[in-house]
């Protein structure tokens, strides 16, 4: 088949959304802006697994106010097809946005079966059961969210733009590499209205704290160590997330079938800069002599900084990111609103002030929450 008409979504503002992985960072920070900010008046249906990463603490005042009207919960896993093709059925879902995935590069090295079978053997099965399910349908959207790191690392200079080829370095990019492949190659093949958008590393509230940023600040707050991994030169792009799900939502309403959008910060920083600006915004919020924690852990710490520690580095740790992103600014009239040292404040402080989140997720007790505050409410 040709490919298929070079169209917009037009049912964005009242559509029936699928958001998968909706209880992990991302998305349930997609879910609370499009139910709560941009103007959007249709239903969310969150179809999360509920994996380590998946955290339903994350939407709990979206389920207060949404839930069983505008806002609805699915367990399920994107890998099962049945499951999903009846979700999709049941709620007349018109568009897709698929966030779910194993994120995290780390944890793609110890063990990359789960992104194999999640990032590629799911997104697979996504597609199928939506090319199903729509039967060549037009009015429909699969929005698909991707990453820089498809592209591979680069050097001093230089930026990732939309045709730079793939050449990804870790099972995790390469499992994403592989969905992303898989998207373009239904839309091709089947003419499924299908659109692609690739962004750099975000951050905020509800981070999961594996990832740089809210581990160096909970390690700080507990006067644990801070790694470093290598010399801590290697840069990022960083984007505050309420960022990229604003830009999310431009390439629903007006990005156009076929597509693929680059998302970016243009925010380059080296790692060690961000784990010292960590420091140095909570040596202001909670200094660190009235830290109860550190006092007791590390009582020779002076400031944050002291907790820094240069450790081995990650196998195939790609040096340098940073995206072009001139395409959906020009196109789409997107543009980033937050600077860094703003963002990273505001993110820092409200690590520091939800400490019902932080210790519920630290111990381990927002996957037994779920089960009790959740299930045992509406089930
Ligand atoms: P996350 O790990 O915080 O959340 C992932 C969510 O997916 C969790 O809620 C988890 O329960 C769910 N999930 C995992 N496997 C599943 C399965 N088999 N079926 C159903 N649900 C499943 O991830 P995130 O950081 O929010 O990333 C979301 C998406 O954005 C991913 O596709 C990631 O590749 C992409 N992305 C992330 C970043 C970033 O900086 N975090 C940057 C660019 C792109
Ligand atoms: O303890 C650490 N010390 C450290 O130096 C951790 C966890 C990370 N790092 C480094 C590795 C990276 O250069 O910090 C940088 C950021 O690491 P992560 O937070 O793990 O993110 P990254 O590997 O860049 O990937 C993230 O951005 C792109 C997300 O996890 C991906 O899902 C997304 O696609």
């Known amino acids: 088949m040709n490919q298929g008409p070079d169209t917009v979504f037009s049912r964005a503002t009242t559509a029936n959304l699928l958001v998968t992985g909706g209880a992990g960072f991302i998305g349930s920070n997609f879910i609370r802006s499009v139910l709560s900010r941009v103007g959007f008046s249709g239903r969310v249906i969150n179809y999360d697994k509920l994996t380590y990463a998946g955290n339903l603490m994350n939407l709990t005042e979206i389920e207060n106010e949404f839930g069983g009207r505008r806002y609805f919960f699915e367990r399920g896993d994107i890998c099962d097809f049945e499951n999903v093709k009846e979700v999709l059925a049941r709620f007349q879902i018109d568009a897709v946005v698929h966030f779910a995935a194993e994120s995290h590069v780390d944890r793609s090295i110890f063990g990359p079966k789960n992104f194999v079978e999640t990032n590629i053997n799911g997104t697979f099965t996504l597609l199928e059961a939506a090319r199903e399910l729509w039967a060549g349908r037009k009015d429909v959207r699969f929005h698909h969210i991707s990453t820089d790191e498809v592209f591979g690392s680069l050097g001093d200079t230089g930026f990732f733009s939309e045709t730079t080829p793939y050449d990804p370095r870790s099972p995790y990019s390469a499992s994403k590499a592989a969905s992303d492949h898989l998207v373009r190659a239904y839309f091709h093949t089947y003419g499924l209205p299908v659109t692609l958008s690739n962004c750099s590393n975000n951050y905020g509230p509800y981070h999961f704290p594996e990832k740089l940023i809210p581990l160096t600040v909970l390690n700080a707050l507990e006067g644990k160590q801070l790694p470093v991994y290598g010399d801590g030169n290697n840069v990022r792009d960083w984007l505050y997330v309420e960022d990229h799900c604003d830009a999310i939502w431009q390439i629903l309403l007006k990005g156009r079938t076929g597509e693929t959008y680059n998302i970016g910060g243009e925010c380059e920083k080296q790692n ?26 590390s009582p020779g710490i002076k400031a944050y900084r002291d907790l820094i520690a240069f450790v081995t580095d990650r196998p195939g740790h790609d040096r340098r990111y940073a995206i072009n992103c001139d395409k959906i600014k020009t196109e789409l009239g997107w543009k980033q609103t937050y600077d860094f040292e703003q963002g990273l404040r505001e993110t820092v402080a409200w690590f520091v002030r939800n400490t019902q989140w932080v210790e519920a997720v630290r111990n381990g007790d927002y996957q037994k929450w779920i089960e009790t505050n959740y299930f045992g409410r509406t089930r």
């Open 272 to 297: 060690i800069e961000v784990v010292r600006g960590i420091c140095d915004i909570l040596e202001e919020l909670v200094p660190v002599d009235s830290n109860e924690k550190i006092r007791k852990r």
